[in-house]
């Protein structure tokens, strides 16, 4: 359970970070975003979370 919550504090501190430092480019992602289209953003967070699913499956498959 203390790894769910160490994953999470993470994503939090990388998001928090784009935030932090490039707060004007994050409007100019997320119009880019809402350019895309429905598939084209389902398709790009099937890819994020086959990647994410790929490094975990790394870590644990090293350590």
Do not use: Q, Y
């Amino acid at each position: 359970m203390a790894s769910v919550f160490t994953a999470l504090g993470l994503v939090l501190v990388i998001e928090g970070l784009a935030l932090v430092l490039a707060p004007s480019r994050i409007e100019e992602v997320l119009a880019l975003l809402a350019s895309i289209g429905p598939v084209g953003r389902r398709r790009i967070g099937l890819a994020a979370v086959a990647a994410g699913v790929g490094i975990v499956a790394l870590v644990h498959a090293f350590t």
